[in-house]
């Protein structure tokens, strides 16, 4: 089970990777199998489920989305945490938030997350 320490150390580490921008970093979190959802994935990666699988499929896709905000950070606003799972509510330089769940396998690494966006 999973208790607040671990999932803000998660959280961080996970907000830390996206902000470097550096894609093998990012994907060092990830199952080699995990699986994504999004809404953004009809638009960039036009896959009309919104679901990715594996890391070269959702790293072709996030490496088409870092292109397309060259300047993207995130600020981490909170986090919540179940008995594998964790939730980080965060938002975007453009003032954008979002939320993402996220389901952790064997050593911590993520094998699901899904993403939330509002407005």
Known sequence: MLDRATAEDFAARWIASWNSR????????????????SPLIVAIAGEPSGILIGKDAVGAYWRKALARRPDLTFRLESVRW??????????SDDGHGASEWF?????????RSSAHYGV
């Open 22 to 37: 550096d894609l093998a970093q990012i994907l060092r979190l990830y199952t080699e199998d995990f699986v994504f959802s």
């Open 103 to 111: 389901q952790l396998g064997p050593g911590g690494l993520i094998e």
């Open 82 to 91: 179940g008995i594998q799972s964790i939730v980080i509510n965060y938002s």
